[in-house]
Structure formats: C-alpha cells, structure tokens
C-alpha cells in the first residue's frame, strides 16, 4: 500500500539559500585568518627572538616614523624587536584564548547536560554555582584566585577557561531539558538507547551552533581579559610575552616611545572586533528559527 | 496469556497550589486494571485529562506506578532507566502523536529508522540497511525518501517513518498514543489501514490512545472509555457503538456525527471538564450526569460485568451476576 | 509582594554566603592561614595566638564558623606591608574610587542609554550608523588602551590633562572617561535593542493609530517598557565598575581600591585581597538586589501573587 505518488519536482525539497557573505563580516574574518596564520607560523615569521636585545638600537621608531626596516615596529626599551615580541604575543594570546574558550565550552556544556540530566539537587547546585559566578565581576574573582594560589600558566589557562563556563551552562542546560521534555531525546531513549547516546549522538549536534555563537561571545572577553591581567603584571609573565604584557611595558615609555605600546594595542581591538562581527553574523545566520 | 497486563495500577503525582500551598495529589490514573492478548488492539479512548496518556505511559514502563503492577510477558517490568528496562525497549515501542518533534532534525530518516537496530547490536551493517529497506516498504514509504530528513517529508509520510523506527526490532508490543490526531483525514484512513496490515501481518498487540472514537472503532478488538483515571466502560467495540451502558459514553457516542437520523439522542454535557486535582466526591461523572443519584456522590462505582460482558462502573446500569465473565 | 521581597533577600544572603565560603575554601586551600594572613616572620607567639583565635586545629566546620563571625565582626586581619588592619587599608582609599566610579557609572548612564534611544528612534539614518559605531568601539576597545590613548592624546602630545595621579579636578577626566565610555557603548547598543523590541511592538502601533502624538507614544508607552531591561543591565554594570576600577587606576596612578587591588595581589597581601573581595561581592549582591526589587516596582506582571492550581 504506497501513497499517491507525487511529481518528483513538487517533493523535491527547496534549494537551500545561499546568503552573500557581507564585506565587514569578510573583512573580520579575513583578519582573523591572517591572526591565526601569524600564531601557526611564528616561529617562522619572526625575524628576532623575543629576548633578543640590540642594545645600540634601543627605543628606535618604526617604518615612515624614523626607523629602518631592520626593525619595522621599531624596538623597546632593551633594543628588543617590537614586531618580533608582537608575533609571539599574538600566538601566545590566541592560544590562551583558544584554550579558555574550549575549557570553558567543555566544562559549561558538561555542567548543564548534568543539570538537565539528573534534575534534582544536581540542577540546583550547578544552578547555585551559576549565579554565584555570574554575580561576581570575573576580574575580581580572577584576581583572588591569583593572590592565593600565585601564576603558573597552566593554572592561569584554567582561570581563563572558568570565563564565561556559566553561559554554556545555561544554554546547554536549557537545551537539553527542552530536548528530553518531548521529542527526539526522549523518542532515542524510549529506544532504549543509553544517556551517553542521547547526549552524544542527539542533543550536542543539535546545539552545537548555539554553542558556537556563545563561544564567540566568550572568545573576545577571553582576549580582553587576560590582556588586562597581563598588562597589571598579573597574567602571562616574564620571559613571556603576550599582547596586555607588551602593552604594560610600553606604558612606562608612553611618551618617549609610544609604538611599543600602540601596535600590540591594535591587534587586540581588531581582533576582539573581528570576533564579535563574527558572532553577530553567525548568530543572525544560525537564527534557531530557521535551523 | 496475555502480553502486557495492568493490575489495580493507580498513578498519582504530588503537585503544590502556589508557592506554599500544601502539596495536592493527582490521581492522573486511578486502579485501573486490564490486559492485551498478542495480535490484539486495545482502544482507550476518554478526553483530554482522564489519563490515557499516562496509563500508555505506565504501560510502557516510562513510569511507575504508584500502586499496582505491570506485567509483560509474564515478568513485571523494570524501573525505568534500568538495564533490564532498556532491554525490553526492543520487545515493546511507542508511537506518539508528534512524528516531527519524535526524531531528530538533523538526521536523515534512513539512519533514524536504523537506530534501533544499532542500538541493540542487531544484525551488521549490510543486514541493518536490508532491513530498513524493507521496513520503510512495509510503512509504504518510498525508497528515495529514506535519504530525506524529517522536516522534508508530509506528516503523514512521518508518521510511517516513526513506525518504521518502532517496528524495527520487531516488537510485540506497539503502544500508539493519539498517532494520527494531527494528519488530515484522509491520511489518518491510511495510517489506520497500514496499522491493521501490519498487524495482522506481524501479530503486533496494539494499546491504542485516542481521543477519537471513530477511529478507535476502526482498529481496537476491545475499547476501554476512561474518565478522570478510571476505565468507566469496557468491551466490545461494537456493543459500546451500538448501545453505551455508561452515561459519559452515551455522551460520548452520540457526539459522534453520522449522516441521517440519528440512532442516540445527543448527550450535551454540562458543568465543568474534569479537573484531576480537585476529584468529585463518590462517582467522578456524577456532577455532569444527567441521571445521575444521590448514592452517585457518595460511592465510587466499581467496574462490574454487565449483561452483555461489558465491564461497566456506575451505579444504575444493573450487574449481570449471573453471566459468567467475557 | 512580600514573597517576592523575602525570595529575593534570601537569595542576596545566599549568594554573600557563597562567596565568604568560596573566600574560606581558597584560603585553606592555599597554605596554612596563619601564615597568610599574618606575614611569615611575624613572632610565633603571635601565629599561636592566631592559630587559636581562628581556631585551626579544631575541626573543619567549627573553623568555618569563626570564619564567619569573625568576618561579620570586621575581623579581616592585617596588611602584610604595614601591618594595619585590611579593613582599614581599603576603607580610607573608598572614597577615591567612588570619586571615580560615581562619574563613570553617570557617564555611561547619562551618554548611553539617550544615545541608544535616539538610535533606535531613528533607526538606519547616518546617526543611528555613527551611534552604533562608537558603541561596538566601546566593547571592544578595553579601557586600559582606551586610558592609554586617552593619555597619549590630551596628556602626551596635547599636554591639556595630567596623565596621572589624583591631582585636582582635571585628573579626573581622563579617568573617567576611560571607564565610563565603554559602558556607555554597551549601554547604547543594549538600549537601542530594547527600544526596538518595544517600538515593534502592536500596542505601540495601536496608540500611533489612535493618534496620540509620537513624542507622548515615546515617552508614555516606549520608554516605560524598555527601562525594565534596561535598568537590569544598569544594575550589572555596577559590577562591571569594579573591575573598570581595578585597570583604570592602575593605568592613572589613582589611589583608589583598584590600584590596591593589584598591589596586594602581586604582594599576595592575602588580608587585603580577601578584604577587598569580600567588599566587592556585598556591593554587587546589593546592587542586584535593588535591581530585583526595582524590576519588581516597574514590572506590574511581576508583582502579583502566583497563580493557584497544580502543576503540569
């Protein structure tokens, strides 16, 4: 007994619209291609080291400003290149970031399926937790967490990753239990299919994107925090450099030499610019309304 | 033997009236007992709140009850979550009233339909697509929408999909909750023929909850009609058609459209639906029946047999003692 | 009403109880107390002294209480560097911040949220463009280059403002605006949303139709609504000053908290980071707790009591 059978054209299902990609948001993503680029070949990029000091050619001006393109960024106060330190710090930044982003996606995630899953006093304390952490400025928190246990970059990467961990949380959390209420989660397990399944399998595909669009939301919060604890002297510190560090340091020399502190400076507004135009356009895009 | 068996299985819930109310039970389901023999349908049918849905769920094992037990093949069922419990998804299935919310959007249906296979480690990889070809053509679903993803396909065409998915481990139990209430009607004709097909095809027993009656009749070998949690009428599907023993079934029947004169006087009920949280006194119907009697306040009716062999709860249809049970 | 209230009472106390629990945890979970809290080479009749007053070799929950009470009681110990009492340190360097934050938070108030409706007033024309422009500027740039370039402008290349240190009113300035723009930035854009949303809305359109004026449609109807939202986000940003504090007077040399803050975390002058958590969380609890009381003023929906019946 089959049904009536339908031209094929009319049950063909319609094609999918290709939206234009719009200049700012390739102009956004083009940046941060050649960001990442820079981090994956720093070493190859770089012309000095970082701690590579030409005593004789200290303080020097950049390109069109005085200088020559031995030091195209010009140097610091230790006859450092500047666009040396910068290519190691864009690495060292992007990768805290990254890391903070994907610690803080996982163990997010993880606490709200948990939430979702086991319901009960589970949920409440992630709930509690939550709150706790979305009622206290992070830098303040950070800050603690650093008087009391000192910095090591392990652990300030961890720090990094309890960023914006609440978020993925809520949003899982609330996915999740929307999932299992009625539909495809609680249609799997009727099957018999075991919890890990379900969540593996079923509900992080389907909010995954969701997901992503919070990352980005995180991703340059992330950046802007941590080069504000290194720009304290607090986060990434020396021999290491990174973006808020290199700012710190050019601040003692803001008058005398202020392209030490400006180039590194720039990058972190355009990147957490080109980030953020990102996650706007992939949060219109990844509209739940239309997926 | 029966395959699945209910015995005096009630289903309350704790609800609060506000924030510091004191705690309410709900009888969602009250003491209600039957039982599906293999290859056979058992209709429920009853309105929105008597608790249908839920009594599909305790049989199911989704929930437990608050008392009584369930038996299904002869061994009571598992809690819920448990190993065992997963085990026998395999042997029992349901089928529900909303096929696009039942699967998942990102899958195409041929892996949806698979699934169950996989899930229980039947067959390999080669024998698993075999299969799913084989089930999607006994739903009458074309080959070429196997590849399609749920939201590309008609809710009829959906529908079959989930029962495809249920079929696939060849269970011998298929509980169908309100499955065709959101097709058109003319598609609902085709599910319910498909249903009767692939029953008498694979000996399915069949627990089918509806609201619709029409369609209960078309496919139920038996028909049970619930009010607030409890079974009030009970038998054979003709009989309670013809010649409902229990008021609210007269008023459900004769609500029924037919073309030309009408063989019962329509039953217009008044009062208010049935609020589980807030039961009548003694017979639940008694505040919306027309004839119903002081002792109707008082007692709660028990289900007893009635001259026919229909299982009737209420006080003033007269108890047929001398017959022996249907 | 009064539900509403005590829930949300009850909830600030919770989570000021969290976070001494949270301060108490770290603390032990960082080294002996004593140690900490008073400096390592203070004499050991004085770590014994300690160690009893706070109760260390008792158990774990006993602790836990002295803990609190001795924090209620304003007991926070003493700065490692000079040897007052924390609680002192921070007290006499509030005022320097507020002389900050009080500014900033009007700043982006003041700037913020009529920019962000005559944004969404006048959606798509050149100034809703130019608006939302220097508002994303204002989240993405952190205020830490924003007081840099602030400084390198009007104090370096300029030389109208001093680029640091608290100096009579013009010090004031470029603080300020460091802290309170990018607020303001946030603010607008949030606004505009929240007006936009409001604005779309049908009984908007009703009241047009009706021919009531704009500018009463505006500010009768638009306006009202969207300030719920709005004043929410308000009440986080008090949150957010502190943090802005912490950088901004790092990057002007301003004796405030902040700047206190830092110096006591690079020292691990754990008395005062504790003192200094401590009082932040009570103003963040504070100020979220007026805002829950406030959205309950402006919001008649949440005002009534819940609705009797079961659950689903």
């Known amino acids: 007994m089959s049904e009536q059978a339908l031209p094929q054209a009319m049950v063909a299902a319609p094609p999918r619209q290709r939206a234009a990609i719009p200049f700012g948001v390739m102009l956004a993503i083009s940046w941060l291609v050649f960001m990442v680029g820079v981090a994956l070949l720093a070493d190859v990029i770089r012309p000095y080291g970082i701690t590579t000091m030409d005593l004789r050619a200290r303080l020097q001006p950049p390109i069109g400003f005085g200088g020559d393109w031995l030091h195209p960024l010009g140097t610091d106060e230790l006859g450092r290149d500047v666009f040396s330190r910068l290519v190691e710090s864009i690495r060292m930044s992007l990768l805290i970031a990254f890391g903070a982003t994907i610690i803080a996606a996982v163990f997010g995630t993880t606490m709200g399926f948990l939430a979702a899953h086991f319901r009960g006093w589970v949920e409440q304390a992630v709930l509690m937790l939550i709150d706790f952490q979305a009622s206290m400025p992070f830098l303040i928190l950070a800050l603690s967490v650093l008087a009391f246990f000192g910095n090591s970059l392990p652990l300030f990467i961890c720090l990094m990753g309890l960023y914006g961990w609440e978020r993925h949380a809520r949003i899982s959390r609330g996915l999740a239990i929307a999932a299992n209420a009625q539909g495809y989660a609680a249609a799997v397990r009727q099957l018999g299919a075991q919890p890990m399944r379900i969540y593996m399998k079923h509900v992080l595909p389907n909010i995954a994107s969701t997901l992503i669009v919070a990352a980005t939301l995180s991703f340059p919060e992330v950046v802007l925090l941590e080069s504000g604890l290194s720009f304290l002297g607090l986060g990434v510190q020396p021999p290491m450099t990174s973006l808020g560090n290199m700012v710190g340091y050019g601040r003692e020399y803001i008058t005398r030499a202020p392209w030490i502190l400006l180039s590194p400076s720039v990058v972190i507004v355009l990147t957490t610019l080109s980030v953020s135009i990102l996650g706007d356009w992939l949060r219109d895009r990844l509209d739940p309304t239309l997926t | ?326 | 009403m009064l539900r509403f209230v005590a829930t949300r009472l009850g909830r600030a106390l919770l989570t000021i109880t969290l976070v001494v629990t949270f301060a108490f945890i770290v603390l032990r979970l960082s080294g002996d107390p004593a140690l900490i809290i008073m400096s390592p080479d203070a004499p050991p009749e004085a770590l014994a002294a300690f160690r009893e007053a706070w109760g260390l070799d008792e158990p774990i929950w006993l602790q836990y209480l002295k803990y609190f009470t001795a924090i209620l009681q304003g007991e926070l110990g003493q700065s490692f560097r000079d040897g007052r009492p924390a609680i002192e340190l921070v007290a006499e360097r509030i005022p320097a911040t507020l002389m900050l934050t009080l500014p900033a938070l009007a700043l982006k108030v003041g700037l913020g949220i009529p920019a962000g409706m005559y944004a969404a007033l006048h959606r798509n024309s050149m100034t809703d463009r130019v608006v939302m422009t220097f508002a994303v500027a204002g989240f993405t740039v952190p205020s830490f280059v924003l007081g840099l370039l602030l400084v390198l402008v009007f104090a370096v290349q300029l030389g109208w403002l001093p680029s640091g240190g608290q100096d009579g009113w013009r010090s004031v300035i470029l603080p300020v605006i460091a802290m309170g723009l990018g607020g303001a930035g946030v603010l607008a854009r949030f606004t505009r949303s929240a007006m936009l949303e409001v604005l779309g809305q049908p009984y908007i359109r009703t009241a047009s139709a009706k021919g009531v004026p704009w500018g009463l449609v505006v500010r009768g109807h638009a306006l009202p609504n969207a300030a719920i939202p709005t004043v929410t986000v308000v009440g986080f940003m008090v949150g957010s000053l502190m943090a802005g504090a912490v950088v901004v007077e790092s990057v002007f040399s301003w004796p405030g908290v902040g700047r206190l803050m830092v110096v006591a975390v690079a020292n691990r002058d754990l008395a005062v980071v504790q003192c200094i958590l401590l009082l932040v969380s009570a103003t963040m609890v504070t100020s979220n707790l007026i805002v829950d009381l406030l959205y309950g003023v402006l919001d008649p929906r949440l005002r009534g009591t819940a609705p009797a019946g079961g659950g689903h």
């Open chain 2, 1 to 326: 033997m029966s395959l699945l068996s209910l015995d005096g299985v009630s289903r309350v819930y704790a609800t609060r009236r506000g924030l510091f109310g004191r705690p309410v039970p709900v009888r969602a389901v009250d003491h209600v007992s039957f039982s599906v023999a293999p290859g056979r349908t058992l209709g429920i049918v009853g309105e929105s709140g008597c608790g249908k849905s839920t009594t599909g769920r305790v049989a199911l094992g989704i929930e437990r009850p608050s008392e009584g037990h369930v038996m299904f093949e002869g061994a009571p069922m598992p809690a819920p979550g448990t190993p065992g419990w997963r085990h026998m998804r395999a042997r029992l299935q349901l089928v529900h009233q909303d096929p696009l919310g039942a699967m998942d959007r990102r899958l195409t249906v041929a892996a949806q339909v698979e699934e169950p296979l996989e899930i229980h480690g039947i067959g390999d990889k080669t024998e698993r697509r075999d299969r799913v070809a084989a089930l999607l053509r006994d739903v009458g679903l074309r080959a070429d929408l196997a590849q399609r993803h749920p939201h590309e396909l008609s809710g009829g065409q959906r529908q079959r999909a989930v029962l495809a998915r249920a079929l696939a481990t060849d269970p011998a139990l298929l509980v169908a909750d309100e499955p065709v209430s959101a097709l058109d009607v003319s598609i609902q004709a085709q599910v319910i023929n498909m249903l009767t097909d692939l029953q008498e095809a694979r000996g399915i027993a069949m627990l089918f909850i509806s609201h619709d009656l029409k369609v209960v009749r078309q496919i139920s070998h038996e028909v049970a009609v619930m009010y607030l949690g409890r079974v009030v009428e009970q038998g054979d599907p003709e009989a309670i058609f013809a010649d409902p023993l229990h008021p609210y079934s007269r008023a459900l029947v004769s609500a029924i459209p037919v073309p030309g004169p009408r063989r019962i006087e329509r039953v217009v009920l008044t009062g208010d639906p049935p609020n589980p949280a807030d039961r009548p006194s003694g017979c639940a119907f008694h505040p919306r029946c027309p004839v119903a009697v002081a002792a109707c306040a008082q007692v709660v009716p028990e289900l007893r047999h009635a001259a026919d062999g229909r299982l009737v709860a209420c006080h003033l249809v007269p108890e047929a003692s001398l017959l022996k049970a249907a």
